[in-house]
Each structure stands twice: as C-alpha cells, then as structure tokens.
C-alpha cells in the first residue's frame, strides 16, 4: 500500500523559511517522478514543483528561485525548502506521485497534506 | 502559460448525469485528468489519460477529450458524489497545470 506523510509545515512570519518533508512508503522517491501541490484556503489546486527520476526539477513561476524540490534516496523522502516566503504562500502543501511519460501526466497517490501558514 | 477553465459549479439531481467541462486551447491533442476532492480531504484522481478509471473507481464515472474540452461524466449521481473536481494536463513547459475547479451539488 503506497502512503505518503507531509510534516514541517506551520506558521512563519513574512521572509522566513520552511521545510516540508514527505515520507513515503510502497514507492521508491528515486524511482518516481514526484510533485508538490498546494491549496490555498477555499481555492483550487496549484501546482508547485516536480522532481524527476533522473534529478531534473522544475518549477512554477510563483515560486521560482525561492522553492527547492529534493529527495533523500536513503530516507526515501521528497522535501521542499520554502524560502523568503510570502503570505500568498499560504497554503495546505500536498506530496503526490507524479505519472509522466510521452505527454501523459497524472497524480495517482496524494498524501494528507501539511499547512503552511505566512504571517506576523 | 497553458490555461485551463472550468465552470465554477454545477448542480444535478440525484439519479441523472453529471458533466462538468474543461476548457482549453487544442486540449484534445493532450491528455486530461480528474481529481475528486471531498471536503477536508485529498484529492482523489477519478480518471486519467482522458477515459481510464482507477482501480476502485466506479463504472459510471467517466471521460471524454476532443477539440477544445475535455468532460467529466458521473451517471446516476449520487450524494456520495458532491464534491470539487478539477481537471488537469501537462504542458511543454514543462509544468502540470489544473483547471480552476468544480463544485458539484446534488441537490
């Protein structure tokens, strides 16, 4: 059974920075392409990051040069380093397993999500 | 940047189909996917590469991608049912881009 558990998030003041880990289980964080989602309160979702198998990561221009997507293959755990944040940073972050392959692109395993908080 | 467009809600009785579209330039030449998210929950995908359905996922859920639209079908919908749904493809960017969500209402 694959399972995924987001921890780090909470409340940081405007500027700070956060790291969010996601644990997985039933997969292999290397093997997989892997994406963080976020969710603002009472809006849809945003897609923030992927992390491909072979390294190559990418971003969204809304967090480009402040976010970081990495893995520990050891720990086989996806993070994601939030810096300089803002208050539209503010957000449930969701891990999920990315499916990409020739144009085709789905998240079939979603973990429970960790809430980030920017505020003074 | 590629943009999706969904309408932001739909009702139906129960009993009768459900279609909520997404809307986006030459979407039938990419795939489309579903995600179903109940309130306080994650999302769940319903349906990827335009037609397929999870394991799980029941039989009168369905999808369609041609032209411009992609469309989400629930037949013989049920309270169970009621729920935000977004549609989401890949760009070339490359970039996962979702619609901007569905409420629907059974009412």
């Known amino acids: 059974e694959v399972q995924l558990v987001e921890t780090g998030g909470g409340l940081v003041q405007p500027g700070g920075s956060l790291r969010l880990s996601c644990a997985a289980s039933?997969?292999?964080?290397?093997?997989?392409?892997m994406s963080w989602v976020r969710q603002a309160p009472g809006k849809g979702l945003e897609w923030v990051s992927i992390?491909?198998?072979?390294?190559?990561?990418y971003y969204a221009d809304s967090v480009k040069g402040r976010f970081t997507i990495s893995r520990d293959n050891s720990q086989n755990t996806l993070y994601l380093q939030m810096d300089s944040l803002r208050a539209e940073d503010t957000a449930m972050y969701y891990c999920?397993?990315?499916?990409?392959?020739?144009?085709?692109?789905?998240?079939?395993?979603w973990g429970q999500g960790t809430l980030v908080t920017v505020s003074s | 940047s590629y943009e999706l467009t969904q309408p932001p809600s739909v009702s139906v009785s129960p009993g009768q189909t459900a279609r909520i579209t997404c809307s986006g330039d030459?979407?039938?030449?990419?795939?489309a996917s579903w995600y179903q998210q109940r309130p306080g929950q994650s999302p769940v995908l319903v349906i990827y590469?335009?037609?397929k359905r999870p394991s799980g996922i029941p039989e009168r859920v369905s999808g369609s991608n041609s032209g411009n639209t992609a469309t989400l079908t629930i037949s013989g919908t049920q309270a169970m049912d009621e729920a935000d749904y977004y549609c989401q493809t890949w760009d070339s960017s490359p970039a996962v881009v979702f619609g901007g969500g569905t409420k629907l209402t059974v009412l």
């Open positions: 999920a397993r990315s499916r990409v392959e020739s144009g085709i692109c789905f998240l079939d395993y």
């Open positions: 590469e335009d037609t």
């Open positions: 030459k979407l039938g030449d990419k795939y």
């Open positions: 039933g997969l292999t964080v290397s093997s997989d392409y």
């Open positions: 992390i491909y198998s072979a390294g190559r990561t």
